[in-house]
């Protein structure tokens, strides 16, 4: 018998919504360490095996502009681009990576698909780079789970479903012959989704994040430890001796 799926209905954020949080996720992308633009984008051509060819038409849109308002962004900086399937698509996946669990709310449940959707529609070329291998790895498990068992991705069992992303979920480096170009293109969307997740506001105090929130009394300063941290920085860029001034 066939194994019930759990839904993939996602909370529907507004636009503005959805805006921000791409807002705070670019802006993250400037930073070291985080999740960033893709450094090695996905060919369209795979070593071995199946990897599917689309013609995408490129997206010609302003954008923002040279000046844009993060804090609050327009309501429609352009038009979403993802079919109702490949949404419902990015939907499971997001359910598989991080499920909701007890009272902790999983990507789902903070709107990630519909963050993807921004990501991948916005006419920038990190984004359209993500766009082309983020569609032709959604097409990418539609054939894999045609090939294997008759029937599209979101109609096959959850443990068909496990068992199609574990082939791509480790890894270019440990995918077998012929997934490489699909498992870059999953560790880039598990990139986004998990990105979505902690730019949320439910996702940023699951890693402590406070935000800015008022003191009673005096400000405090920095702690020891910052303060050393700051130092080391500045003696490794050669600026020590400008960090500080004496008080007037």
Known sequence: MKQSLPSTGQISLTRRQSLKLFAMMVAGAT????????SNPVSNTAKAGHWPTLTIEPISLPGYGQDPNLIVPPASAWPKTLTKQQLDLVSRISDVLLPAEGAKPGA??????????????????????????????????????????????????????????????????????GYEMPARAFNRLRELVLAAYFCS????????????????????GPTDEAKAHLDDVLAQLGLSEYAYTEAG
């Open 108 to 177: 789902l449940s903070i709107g990630a698909p519909s963050v993807v959707d921004e990501w991948v529609s916005a006419p920038y070329s990190g984004q359209q780079r993500d766009r082309d291998s983020i569609l032709r790895l959604l097409m990418w498990l539609d054939e894999e789970a045609q090939i294997h068992h008759q029937q599209g991705f979101l109609s096959v069992t959850e443990a068909q479903q496990k068992a199609i992303l574990d082939t791509i979920a480790f890894g270019e480096s440990h995918a077998q012959a």
């Open 31 to 38: 930073l070291p360490g985080c999740f960033g633009q893709s």
């Open 201 to 220: 506001v439910p996702g940023s105090r699951e890693i402590g994040y406070m935000g800015n929130v008022a003191i009673s009394g005096d400000y405090p």
